[in-house]
């Protein structure tokens, strides 16, 4: 039987969903602030809120809602366990530079308790347990090594023999006193606090273009400009192309989630696999109920397949673990992954103290978006910060850094020149809710079919550095390949680095053809 009937037609978000929709204006005259704010992410809204807090005026600029993109699809877990990562932050950084990233996680899920208690934010905070586990008896050692690691730089780590659901579990790390909450809960209110302060959130307003003269400027789209003392690009992607080299150090994943409702009661703590394909759990209060998240798969965006299946898989998973009776929410998201897992926070470019820089959380965004938030405001308040050296974006590359590059880097010139030489078929017809790659007028198209059998055709080169699209039937998106950037199937951006839509293809005997072959 085809699984598939059982998701949601659309993806949506359990945080987004049951949170109410934003209205800020969008940015349509000039303005001056102490601090422009590019992004409004968690670490956007965190940045602001802490730079309020000191007495500065501060603009965010958001492209879209706030609080919608990758904080929106999050899976929410407040730790300092970022699956095994401890072990090598020693190997690669050293003890010093690892208890810098211990801390600076650490002291995120403090400050969290520490706001919903003073601002009296009902946010879904507990805490929990949280737990690596490994099913191959062969990274029994990994585990070991982890505890051996955590337990150096001081954090509360210890050895379980198993973990409290029906599968065969090798052995597995736990955390104590780590937490979950809802992040849009936590993070509107702060928003509204920045704007109760004389802070301005603008949305729909997206950034394009940094201008440097003798103060640093933001322009949007509409031509309207924030000008500042000090830009801070927490724009997920950095959407500057010119310095730093972040396209180029920056490579972008996917992964998936399902929101389930189950026959059993869910057993409390998060869980995350050791191995791929991910599998990561947490559950969530929702109303008389729990909602149970079931989250993983992997893969660079744009470069799935048939990306629906990593639903699927999911389902499989849970499948084996609950028995499901609904599965309410489905949605997916992005992460920028950095070439040795440590995020880049901290001046955009060394010869640029006026413009600051925070991406690349690796799926472990709530955080180590709230520690970039704090590194951002004491670089700006103080001129220094005691995570300023392990998230330094100019730092030297490691050994394992530099294959990375490599390898990442190899894989966009293949997509890049794939892309353009692939062959492409001129037999158009589809389904509705199809999309295909077609050839028209000797360019490559995209060509979607919606469920009211209009076509959108679209120019399925990237509008940031040319690389060519892929369908995402998932989402119902065209993606890049090469660094991310999403189109809908109207060719609007729904993520950056891309800042300009696509090309849409009107006018041509084909789609005139697609639009009547079957009707
Ligand atoms: Fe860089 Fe598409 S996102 S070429």
């Given at each position: 039987m085809d699984k598939r009937i059982y998701l949601a037609e659309k993806p949506t978000s359990y945080w987004i969903a049951s949170t109410p929709e934003t209205g800020y204006p969008s940015l349509d005259q000039d303005l001056h602030a102490d601090v422009a704010i590019v992004g409004g992410g968690i670490a956007g809204i965190t940045t602001a809120y802490l730079l309020t807090l000191e007495g500065l005026r501060v603009a965010v600029i958001e492209a879209?809602?706030?609080?919608?993109g990758t904080t929106g699809h999050t899976t929410a877990k407040l730790t300092s366990?970022?699956?095994?990562i401890y072990d090598k932050l020693i190997g690669r950084f050293g003890k010093d530079l690892a208890l810098q990233y211990a801390n600076a996680n650490e002291s995120a899920i403090r400050w969290v308790w520490k706001i919903a208690k003073e601002q009296n934010i009902d946010c879904d905070l507990s805490e929990q347990d949280a737990y690596v586990y490994t099913?191959?008896?062969?990274n029994r050692d990994g585990i070991d090594r982890e505890i051996e690691a955590a337990l150096e730089l001081g954090i509360k780590a210890e050895f379980a023999?198993?973990?409290?659901?029906d599968i065969p579990v090798a052995g597995a790390v736990r955390f104590k006193n780590q937490a979950q909450f809802h992040p849009l809960k936590f993070l509107l209110p702060l928003a509204k606090e920045i704007e109760n302060r004389g802070g301005r959130i603008f949305e729909n307003s997206r950034a394009v273009e940094l201008e440097e003269k003798e103060k640093p400027s933001v322009a949007v789209q509409n031509g309207a400009k924030v000008t500042a003392d000090r830009v801070v690009v927490a724009s997920h992607y950095p959407f500057?192309?010119?310095?730093?080299l972040y396209f180029a150090r920056i490579y972008v994943d996917r992964s998936y989630a399902l929101g389930i409702r189950a026959k059993e009661k869910y057993p409390g703590g998060m869980y995350i696999n050791a191995e791929d394909p991910s599998r990561s759990m947490r559950s969530q209060p929702d109303g008389d109920g729990e909602l149970i998240l079931v989250v993983g798969e992997k893969h660079k965006t744009g470069q799935g397949?048939?990306?629906?299946l990593h639903y699927e898989n999911l389902m499989d998973f849970a499948d084996e673990i609950f028995t499901v009776e609904d599965i309410p929410y489905r949605w997916s998201t992005q992460d920028c992954m950095t070439l040795d897992g440590v995020p880049y926070v901290?001046?955009?470019?060394?010869?640029?103290?006026d413009v600051y820089v925070a991406t690349g959380?690796?799926?472990?965004?709530m955080t180590n978006a709230i520690a970039s938030a704090h590194l951002i405001r004491d670089l700006i308040?103080?001129?220094?910060?005691?995570?300023?050296e392990i998230y330094d974006p100019s730092r030297m590359a490691t050994g394992a850094a530099i294959g990375n590059f490599v390898v990442q880097n190899a894989n966009v010139v293949g997509q890049l020149l794939g892309g353009k030489l692939a062959p492409l078929p001129d037999d158009v017809e589809l389904e509705k809710g199809e999309a295909r790659v077609v050839e028209i007028d000797g360019h490559r198209a995209g060509a979607y079919r919606d469920r009211d059998g209009a076509v959108h055709v679209v120019d399925?080169?990237?509008?940031?550095?040319g690389c060519e699209l892929n369908w995402n039937s998932a989402e119902k998106t065209w993606d890049c390949p090469c660094h991310g950037s999403r189109f809908t199937y109207?060719?609007?951006?729904?993520?950056?680095?891309?800042n300009n839509p696509l090309n849409s293809v009107k006018n041509t005997n084909i789609v005139e053809r697609v639009a009547t072959d079957q009707f």
């Open positions: 879209d809602r706030i609080l919608r366990q970022h699956a095994l099913q191959k008896e062969e023999e198993r973990i409290p659901f500057i192309n010119k310095e730093g397949v048939d990306t629906m901290g001046r955009y470019a060394k010869d640029n103290p959380y690796g799926k472990w965004g308040v103080k001129g220094e910060s005691p995570y300023g399925t080169t990237c509008t940031h550095l109207e060719g609007e951006v729904v993520e950056g680095p891309a």
